[in-house]
């Protein structure tokens, strides 16, 4: 599982190692447009590595760039033809660029980029395009027909006829992923994973037909890797691998995969590459399975990465999942205080609020790391986790352990980028709260982190005859819940001291106190008046923060002051809503591991999903004040291959002054290797 990151970053104070000070004057900032800004991030350490460990990077970082389409297609049949339309538009455009016509246009297109499609990256609702199609037509008059992607034997009026709707029209594919709601899950939603004319029902009867009778024990993940169609009538799996769907995307992957695995620093980890490699060409779930067991008992190597059909977020029933890739290397110092905590992985599985019949009796294999990301590509970016638990199977995880990071050098960038920027003035309570904040925040904020990825995702156990896709569309915000409610319940735990991992007793209320104000309020600034809360992470924060809202109201454990006409959220029981969070950690554990969808579709559904309108209305009136973007995403790093005059890669170095269009249209120009329609 991979947990983005939440918003408004308060502003706390950052601690870094001593070559933060050369990083002072670094420019994170690159650009802001609509609800977002675009940060750059920095790779240190990366100059010390030796010149192999640079060549791996270097080629695990183009397979990570290789597989952008693939995610454009996945969110949406039509991201590819919109993208590259726009883009021809973008580049060819003869007229006045500073025309407000035109301005929308470049907004909407730079949208596109950032949420790898149509539709917002977290609400998932269309984006409304803020100009006007007789503008669009304008521009494509401007625009040569070859440079168009009309499908073979389509006219440039026929284009326009049948791309406008898709742009324009805001009931025509109006929400990328629906979660929840009495619709037809897959029907209502416009992402790719499902071709025309499948029902959920047809959907759910399939994949329980194909997991009648198999292994119960050790389960592979059906419909992982695949998009389910109507041919003549009859549901058919179109794989992507090598040879079928998303082949020249995928070969491209591979390729590179190849040549990485001459640099690999071990044995162990060429195996991984390879039996990566195997899986790409087959496209055969148990070679993933045989692939995540290899990679996840691989605690050896400074190099790592992540590859693949991952995360499952994106598809109505969770199961369908969408191409990711991140690569990275250990930041030895930091991680001293992961390994404490894996070290004692057992110790917090035993003491854990859940019942006993949840709980592990032997805690396996489970390592945590903080890494230095290098390469962000898929569904990291540009909008990135700042932690990762995988793999996903339950089986793996039980008998094989999880792997943990979390990626400090993105935290760091984040927290650079918002020192003074008035949000803790407008919304913390007072300089009590603030004073926490900036002693503690960016330590608990990383903790909390370490334990949701390490301990929090790897806790717990399905009872046997669970099936692991029971929860169905709430499975990813109840695992979310689970996940930040065991790190929530550990960080205001003594061991935490006793370890060392925090300064003393009072440094757990910081992060306590920016969790239940991010949950019941600040959030909200990322969703637009008169929507529900969509995403599942944001479900998640505001499902724990309401249910412990109200169920301490008894003991005024939280309240909601007024001052000044403003609400602020004010917590006057840390230790008390310390036990809430057990008490919900247990119910949410329960539900999981005994897979009561009724449960949690009445946990999420009452506490996780609606939004009082007049409290949302205060909230982004006092964000607008702050000229913010409330999400935030990253430029990659530019990584070149330095060659002496025999052709010989003698360095590879990093290059941070690309801007974010740059980027974005150089990637289409090298990148871009799958027809605009994939069927």
């Known amino acids: 599982m991979t947990e983005k990151v939440m918003v408004a970053c308060t502003g706390q ?244 995969l190849q040549k990485a695995m001459a640099f690999a620093e071990n044995e162990t980890q060429k195996a991984i590459i390879g039996k990566l490699i195997e899986y790409y060409r087959t496209g055969d779930l148990k070679t993933f399975d045989a692939y995540s067991i290899l990679w996840v008992e691989d605690t050896a190597s400074d190099v790592d990465f992540v590859n693949g059909f991952i995360e499952t977020y994106g598809d109505p029933l969770g199961m369908k999942a969408s191409w990711e890739s991140t690569v990275n290397f250990i930041n030895k110092e930091a991680t001293k205080r992961t390994k404490m905590i894996s070290d004692h992985a057992q110790w917090f599985e035993d003491h854990s609020p859940v019942d006993k019949r949840f709980k592990k009796e032997q805690v396996k294999g489970v390592s945590a790391k903080v890494i230095t990301v290098a390469m962000l590509g898929g569904d990291c970016y540009p909008a990135t986790p700042i932690g990762i638990n995988l793999p996903n199977a339950d089986w793996i995880r039980r008998d094989h352990g999880s792997k943990s990071v979390t990626i400090e050098n993105i935290t760091e960038a984040y927290d650079k980028a918002s020192l003074g920027n008035g949000f803790q003035e407008e919304f913390v309570w007072s300089d009590k709260e603030r004073g926490r904040l900036k002693r503690y925040g960016f330590i608990t904020d990383n903790l909390h982190t370490d334990l949701h990825e390490c301990l929090g995702h790897g806790s717990g156990k399905l009872l046997p005859d669970t099936d692991p896709d029971a929860l169905k569309a709430y499975s990813s915000t109840l695992e979310e819940a689970r996940a930040d409610l065991f790190g929530l319940y550990y960080l205001g735990d003594a061991k935490l001291v006793e370890l060392g991992l925090v300064p003393d007793a009072e440094a757990y209320k910081a992060e306590y106190y920016k969790y239940i104000m991010n949950g019941l309020m600040t959030q909200l600034v990322r969703i637009e008046q008169g929507k529900d809360v969509e995403e599942a992470h944001m479900r998640n924060r505001q499902l724990i923060a309401r249910w412990v809202y109200e169920k301490g109201k008894a003991d005024n454990v939280i309240e909601l002051k007024r001052r000044e006409d403003k609400t602020f959220v004010v917590v006057n029981d840390y230790a008390r809503l310390r036990e809430l969070f057990g008490t919900l950690l247990a119910e949410v554990q329960r539900i999981k591991s005994e897979g009561d969808f009724a449960a949690g579709k009445q946990l999420v559904e009452t506490y996780g999903v609606k939004v009082d309108p007049a409290f949302h209305a205060e909230v982004l009136a006092r964000y607008a004040k702050l000229n913010l973007a409330p999400y935030k995403g990253f430029v990659n790093p530019v990584m070149k291959e330095v060659r002496n005059d025999k052709g010989e890669v003698t360095d590879v170095v990093l290059d941070y002054t690309e801007g974010y269009a740059d980027q974005m249209l150089r990637y289409s120009k090298e990148y871009s290797f799958l027809p605009s329609y994939n069927e």
């Open 13 to 256: 104070e950052v601690k870094t190692d001593g070559c933060a000070s050369l990083r002072d004057n670094f420019n994170y900032v690159v650009d802001q447009f609509a609800d977002l800004q675009i940060l750059r991030y920095q790779v240190p350490g990366f100059e010390s590595l030796s010149l192999r460990q640079k060549q791996l990077l270097y080629h695990l970082s183009e397979a990570a760039l290789m597989g952008r389409d693939i995610l454009f297609d996945q969110n949406c049949r039509y991201n590819l033809s919109v993208r590259r339309t726009l883009e021809a538009v973008y580049i060819g455009y003869k007229g006045d660029r500073t025309d407000p016509q035109f301005v929308a246009l470049e907004t909407y297109l730079k949208r596109v980029w950032f949420a790898n499609g149509i539709h917002h990256h977290y609400a998932e609702d269309k984006f409304i395009s803020g100009f006007t199609p007789e503008f669009f037509q304008t521009c494509l008059s401007q625009v040569r027909a070859a440079a168009l992607p009309l499908r073979e034997g389509q006219t440039v009026e026929q284009f326009v006829a049948e791309i406008s709707p898709v742009i324009f029209d805001p009931a025509v594919m109006a929400k990328r992923t629906v979660q929840s709601g009495d619709a037809d899950l897959i029907r209502a939603s416009a992402n790719n994973y499902y071709g025309e004319g499948v029902t959920q029902e047809e959907v759910e009867d399939f994949y329980a037909r194909m997991k009648a009778g198999k292994d119960p024990v050790s389960p592979v993940s059906y419909g992982l890797n695949s998009r389910l169609v109507k041919e003549n009538g009859e549901l058919v799996e179109k794989v992507w691998k090598v040879g079928g769907l998303y082949s020249p995307a995928i070969e491209k992957i591979v390729s590179e």
